[in-house]
């Protein structure tokens, strides 16, 4: 018998003086809370400390030291005490789980263990040394009683060896088998039993039977128990199990297998003896009744898997989402032994269930079926072998494969190295550049490698200059006070030149000019930084003007008059060219429109025009309505009105259902109510607008507004009704009609294709899809499990086509033309989203210049050559902050070349920092954005932050700019309106572990950890503190202000800090995770936000460390960081659960992702919208322009051949939608670009070559006007 002091989960408490702070915090709650919380603190320090042999089950606290208590709770303790003073009612799980009773409830499974206090002999008179008693709960044992010392068999049995049992029963085990009933094996009833694995790591640790054979060192497993024919019993020790036998398979009229499970010993095999399951020991209880619900399982399982094979049916995961229920409940009818069964698994999608328990199933499948019939289905291939989807031949060291331009762009970073050209097919490069004349974007060319020569201006060309000409002065020098710093681009030196559109030209009394403009930005300006863009005649014309500046550019300044061709591209034979607005602010580009030319404070005639008002009535808006909070709440606008002077804003209230209806306390926090509340507010207090959809009650809400706000979707379902000034919330029959609904999915015809690049699980890809505007087509990622799990998560297998392989392979079959249903060929993909790998970049990456990690920075470049290569409509890339370099090295920053790569392209652009928190991720996780959108489409705009930040966030920016910006910050909103979600509130209804040993769950199969702790882990994990919140070992060894480094001044004793590390010698280095530092072993707070979930939980890590439970003894687990990532619940995730919290921390938080595949859907359908204007303006345009002079025809077809502005879509018959330039829409001539040309009154005018199909006869009425003129400049 081992008297291994481990052999306890629980350890003697030690007497703790309760502290002035905690006294301070007690005494500001109330009587009951006071109670709880200093139960709290003895509950988390009782269980902290060192387990001895001598310990019992059940033991006392030592006399509490009133004086160390305040007098009001002095008196609670020392008066009756009642349950309820102390928990919570029974829908909360326990809190602590240390002070809980051995209860003598005949069902030893209960998830909520009864709970007492005890204090014997206590009145109002007691003294104040009555004993308060805490009693460990006797289901928490991690081994068996008998495996401790001292320990004595029920009812005075002595322990015997089995061949001693076995003769001892022999007589009236003979005497049993006579009882008519004829069969080939003998039974013994097995009670009282525990089974347990005994290894150096894990001694005597209890097992739940599924992990049989199914786990690594997991073979050899023995029992304790009482072994009994009538009433002869006997007690055994350890007996070795050799099988586990399950009876009830292949019969449904047989609807459970319980009382039909066997063990078989070595010493039983060879007598045909089995040892028939009966009742376990109480403290196995916890492991063996979970197991009886895997157990059914399998049988339901193998059961169906016989029948589909019968009718030549192979099973696939996807049959257990409805199918496996929907017969399961055919068969088994209202049979109460399979009702009782199912009534445990609240959800009728039983993927997660079956891989949680593959190795069990297919043992048993294996051994009731045969391995042929088995392992006829495909369900093995899915889930256990990852082989239905094959990958090419690995290749060692491969290099990173880009097209042409995205060599010369990137090769001159530290990865160049591994960047490989393939040349394109010449079907490839025929489909491409179509493909680009499409979409308008940049044909491949030669990159300009040194700054362009600008010709010398003439003395007439500076008199001449106008409004709409473009010039140059000397850019500002240090002394003038700029912020903007001289800095050298690579490959670029010209930068002592700025550009500027001239808006208006003043001349003042002594007849010197001076002009009024706006700025163009070189890339070098932008967030393209010192990288090398590829085009050195590239101007982005700015939303940045000169007007309200004191300082203007005198006539002497200028150093050029210059040639832009507006709408053009890199080849153009004028001396720039410009087709994209930079709006700083913003770090966004956008496709130039003719607004852009002239600013706000300088216009150019034109025909009037009614606009529509800023705000429409039915129109939702967030509102601050209560300045001092910072919660915003949605409001449907009424109207304007007036009181005195100031123009005031009315709206009307749409109330929180949960709020306000008492009849809802869980409704979303998204549902809301048509109230008959109005408010009127001020401009500066309507925040951002926000989109409120109409649901019949009672109907299932659809994806994205059952997401709890993500996305800043509201919706409706109940009205308010006032009766003699009682509110009444009754259902809306119909939608009020003066509400302006949210938007909807849009058609499956009408959706953007997809392809997801390093796809992972598919919680991105699944998110944006959520949107309503995406529809995932192809799917590539090189890891087997990751592209198996995207699949069993796709609704109709069919329709995805998963390309198993790095991206490299699936490039370099498309550039070779060898395109396939997994290798999508050019035009037929819309939209490329990829969150390309991070650990190239990542703080948590050590050592970031090794071989792996220069191929996953590689990756970047991979991924735009593929957007190079598809030229999609939209995109979107998710990384790390640390892809962007801040003022270090900034001629390497990786992210600034994508940038140039993208624009460079001719793609609106924008970049942008998002915390996931922001978005209703109970994690904070931030990520930097790159979105793309071919010009013409809207692009989409940043999401709006719906969630809080918590308390003390700090503002946060990333990146430099020339002017001292930084790329992108943290966004620090006023008032949002949902709170942030805490780590506790996401995985509330997840029913509590204790220690995780049982591993299993049976509501949610993945809530287990992805590790079994050895036993010295086990220690470790104990001795640091639940209370306060968030303690980890750094501060319970060093204290709360571990920054002095004072060694033992926590609440961890030297014997306890031992265990994490013990010196060696004098010289022995101290590891970095028992450092002040560390990070290591710490529990997450349930009040805050989850750490973020990275591949793997690693409590050692000094770095990422915090990976304890805050309440519970053990890690958190793969469910739990599946709630952090937001997962669905229904969804599957293939693997041992390792791998399964890998996929989930390679993930993007899918609350980002819903609210990204939002805004995508808004500028998607915004864009559709803008095409049935423009095709209707259109038939009207062919009519007028038919009625127009031939040469004047022809120059506006000329000045408007190749590039959009605005766009009208066409529709070819591969149901591609690209922008249709007005000149296209009239005939389709031949021509070039648009460049400033001279007009017969001395103006210079730029036609757009994008002018949108209803502005062509406005062009010909400007040409008659003279449009070029100056016209009056406000001020």
């Not at 060192?50 to 020392?78: H, M, V």
């Not at 085009?535 to 982005?540: A, V």
Request: hydrophobic letters at 35%; aromatic letters at 10%.
């Amino acid at each position: 018998m081992s008297g291994d002091t481990d052999k306890k989960l629980v350890s003697s408490p030690r007497k703790r003086l309760i502290t002035k702070k905690e006294k301070d915090e007690i005494s500001r709650s109330s009587n009951a809370s006071r109670i709880h919380a200093w139960r709290a603190a003895v509950s988390s320090f009782s269980a902290r400390g060192s387990a001895s042999p001598e310990s019992f089950i059940r033991r006392r606290l030592p006399p509490l030291d009133l004086d160390e208590i305040p007098l009001d709770l002095k008196k609670a303790l020392t008066g009756p005490i009642e349950t309820s003073q102390f928990f919570s009612p029974p829908s909360s799980p326990p809190s602590f789980c240390s002070t809980i009773q051995d209860s003598e409830a005949t069902d030893p499974l209960s998830t909520v263990p009864s709970q007492s206090v005890r204090q014997p002999n206590t009145t109002e008179n007691s003294s104040p040394t009555s004993v308060l008693s805490v009693d460990i709960h006797e289901c928490i044992l991690s081994a068996p009683k008998s495996s401790y010392k001292d320990f004595e068999p029920p009812n005075g049995m002595s322990i015997m060896p089995e061949w001693s049992a076995l003769q001892a029963l022999s007589p009236y085990l003979d005497a049993s088998q006579t009882d008519g009933c004829a069969q080939d094996f003998k039974e013994i009833v097995l009670s009282d039993f525990s089974i347990y694995l005994d290894t150096p790591d894990y001694p005597e640790e209890m097992r739940s039977l599924h992990h049989l054979n199914t786990k690594i060192r997991h073979g050899n497993f023995f029992f304790d128990g009482v072994l009994g024919i009538g009433n002869k019993k006997v007690y055994v020790r350890r007996i070795q199990i050799a099988a586990v036998p399950i009876g009830n398979y292949g019969s449904v009229s047989k609807h459970t297998v319980r009382g039909n499970i066997w063990l078989q010993s070595p010493l039983g095999s060879k007598q045909a003896l089995f040892y028939k399951l009966g009742k376990p020991a109480r403290e196995y209880g916890r492991f063996y009744y979970p197991f009886l619900w895997v157990a059914d399982l399998a049988k339901h399982f193998v059961d169906f898997l016989c029948i589909m094979a019968d009718n030549g049916r192979k099973v696939s995961i996807h049959h257990f989402r409805s199918t496996f229920v929907a017969w399961l409940k055919k068969s088994h009818g209202g049979a109460p032994e399979f009702l009782e069964w199912l009534s445990q698994h609240p959800s009728e999608d039983y993927r997660t269930s079956v891989v949680a328990n593959i190795k069990f199933l297919y043992k048993e499948a294996v051994g009731v079926l045969g391995h042929p019939k088995a392992c006829f289905h495909a369900i093995w291939a899915e889930g256990l072998d990852f082989q239905l989807f094959k990958s090419l031949p690995a290749v060692e060291d491969p290099p990173t494969i880009v097209t042409q331009y995205i060599y010369d762009c990137f090769e001159h970073l530290p990865f160049g190295d591994r960047l490989q050209v393939i040349p394109l097919s010449l079907k490839t490069t025929k489909l491409r550049n179509e493909l680009i004349r499409q979409r308008h974007l940049e044909y491949p060319s030669t990159l300009h490698h040194t700054a362009k020569d600008l010709i010398a201006p003439s003395q007439e060309s500076i008199n001449n200059i106008k409004p709409g000409d473009t010039i140059s002065t000397h850019r500002d020098d240090v002394a003038s006070g700029t912020i903007w710093k001289r800095e050298l681009s690579k490959g670029f030196s010209d930068v002592d030149r700025w550009f500027a559109r001239v808006q208006s030209v003043h001349v003042d009394r002594n007849g010197l000019r001076t002009f009024d403009v706006i700025w163009y930005y070189r890339p070098v300006d932008t967030l393209c930084g010192l990288m090398k863009y590829p085009w050195n005649n590239e101007l982005f014309l700015s939303d940045h003007c000169s007007c309200s500046e004191l300082s203007k550019i005198d006539e002497n300044e200028i150093l050029g008059v210059h040639d832009v061709e507006f709408w053009g591209t890199s080849t153009t034979k004028a001396e720039f060219f410009c087709r994209q607005t930079y709006l700083q602010e913003e770090r966004r580009w956008v496709t130039l429109k003719e607004s852009h030319l002239w600013c706000e404070h300088t216009w150019v005639q034109q025909p009037k025009t009614t606009s529509a008002p800023a705000y429409q009535p039915g129109e939702t808006y967030l509102l601050h309505l209560d300045l001092k909070s910072d919660v915003s709440e949605p409001c449907a606008f009424i109207g304007l009105a007036r009181e005195g002077s100031a123009r005031v804003y009315q709206f009307k209230r749409l109330l929180r259902r949960r709020q306000v209806d008492s009849k809802a306390p869980n409704a979303r926090p998204n549902e809301l109510v048509y109230s008959e509340q109005t408010v009127k507010v001020k401009k500066s207090q309507i925040l951002t607008s926000c989109s409120v959809k109409f649901f019949r009650d009672g109907d299932k809400i659809p994806t994205p507004y059952d997401r709890d706000g993500t996305g800043n979707l509201f919706y409706i379902t109940h009205q308010q009704i006032l009766i003699d000034g009682a509110s009444f919330y009754t259902p809306l029959k119909t939608a009020p009609a003066s509400l302006q609904q949210g938007p909807v999915s849009l058609p499956a015809t009408e959706k953007l294709r997809g392809i997801d690049l390093f796809c992972g699980g598919g919680n991105f890809g699944r998110g944006l899809e959520d949107g309503g505007a995406i529809q995932m087509k192809w799917a590539n990622d090189y890891d087997s499990k990751a592209i198996h799990t995207y699949m069993a998560n796709v609704k109709n297998p069919q329709n995805v086509h998963p390309f198993l392989g790095s991206i490299d392979d699936l490039q370099r079959l498309s550039m070779q033309g060898e395109f396939a249903k997994n290798v999508p060929q050019i035009g037929d993909v819309d939209f490329i989203s990829g969150g390309s790998p991070c650990p190239g970049f990542s703080a948590l990456t050590n050592d970031k210049t090794t071989a792996a990690q220069r191929k996953n920075q590689s990756l970047v470049a991979a991924f735009a050559s593929f957007v190079d290569l598809y030229r999609p409509k939209y995109g979107v890339l998710e990384n790390v902050p640390g892809i962007v370099n801040k003022k270090t090295a900034r001629d390497q920053d990786v992210f600034s070349q994508l940038i140039c790569g993208l624009v460079g392209l001719g793609y609106q652009t924008q970049f942008f920092f998002l915390d996931a928190s922001s978005c209703g991720s109970p994690q904070r996780r931030p990520r930097i954005f790159v979105i793309f959108a071919a010009p013409g489409l809207e692009l989409p705009k940043k999401p709006v932050h719906t969630h809080s930040h918590p308390a003390n966030t700090r503002e946060l920016g990333i990146g430099y700019l020339p002017n001292g910006q930084s790329m992108a910050a943290r966004k620090m909103p006023t008032a949002t309106p949902f709170r942030y979600v805490t780590a506790e509130e996401a995985v509330s209804d997840l029913p509590p572990l204790h220690d995780a040993q049982p591993d299993i769950c049976v509501p949610y199969p993945d809530h287990r950890q992805t590790r079994g702790h050895t036993k010295t882990q086990r220690a470790r994990i104990s001795a640091i503190p639940t209370q306060p919140w968030g303690m980890d070992f750094a501060t319970a060894w060093y204290g709360q202000d571990r920054s002095k480094g004072q060694a033992g001044a926590g609440t961890m004793t030297a014997a306890e800090r031992d265990m994490f590390y013990k010196a060696s010698g004098p010289s022995s280095k101290e590891p970095m995770n028992t450092l002040p530092a560390s990070k290591a072993y710490g529990r997450m707070f349930p009040n805050k936000l989850f750490e973020t979930i990275v591949t793997a939980t690693t409590p050692t890590d000094a770095k990422n460390g915090r990976v304890l439970h805050w309440r519970e003894n053990r890690l958190i687990t793969v469910m739990e960081a599946r709630r952090a990532q937001g997962f669905r619940d229904e969804e599957v995730l293939l693997g041992d659960p390792g791998t399964q919290y890998k996929i989930v921390g390679n993930s993007v938080a899918r609350q980002v992702a819903v609210a990204l595949g939002v805004t995508f859907r808004d500028a998607w359908a915004t864009s559709l919208e803008r095409n049935k204007e423009l095709k209707l303006a259109g038939r009207h345009a062919v009519e007028e322009a038919d009625a127009i002079d031939e040469p004047i025809v022809s120059d506006i077809t000329c000045s408007s051949r190749s590039h959009s502005l605005d766009t009208t879509i066409r529709t070819t018959a591969s149901r591609d939608s690209t922008p249709l330039t007005s000149a296209e829409s009239v005939r389709d001539g031949g021509g070039s670009p648009t460049r400033q040309t001279k007009l017969t009154n001395g103006c210079k005018r730029g036609y757009s070559s994008g002018a949108l199909v209803v502005e062509i006869s406005q062009a010909l009425k400007r040409r008659k006007l003279g449009v070029g003129a100056r016209m009056p400049a406000h001020r």
